[in-house]
Nanobody, 124 residues
Framework: QVQLVESGGGSVQAGGSLRLSCATS????????MGWFRQAPGKGREGVAA???????SYADSVKGRFTISQDKAKNTLYLQMNSLKPEDTAMYYC??????????????????WGQGTQVTVSS
């Protein structure tokens, strides 16, 4: 059974940094994309960043230059390094998997397996 478990969320002041992790298990797919998404209170879930097994990347415009997605294949772990955090980055952050990935993009409808989320709160 595929499992995605996020960690690393917390509360920081604006301008600070956090690194989220997503431990994955239960699959051996070669063509998989992993993505980070977020959902703020009262808003829809939106894509943040995505990466495929080959290392191709995609970011939402709102986080380009501030967030970095990466993966450690040996540890089956996905990361999201978040720098220069802003209050508008406050949200529940989710990692997700797109099995049979054809396009590397944090596009919500492509992803079919989700973690439980980790909360990020940025204060001004």
């Amino acid at each position: 059974q595929v499992q995605l478990v996020e960690s690393g969320g917390g509360s920081v002041q604006a301008g600070g940094s956090l690194r989220l992790s997503c431990a994955t298990s239960g699959y051996t797919y070669s063509s998989v994309c992993m993505g980070w998404f977020r959902q703020a209170p009262g808003k829809g879930r939106e894509g943040v960043a995505a990466i495929d097994r080959g290392g191709s990347l995609s970011y939402a415009d709102s986080v380009k230059g501030r967030f970095t997605i990466s993966q450690d294949k040996a540890k089956n772990t996905l990361y999201l390094q978040m720098n220069s955090l802003k209050p508008e980055d406050t949200a529940m952050y989710y990692c997700a998997a797109d099995f049979g990935c054809r396009v590397v993009a944090p596009a919500l409808l492509q992803y079919n397996t989700w973690g439980q989320g980790t909360q990020v709160t940025v204060s001004s």
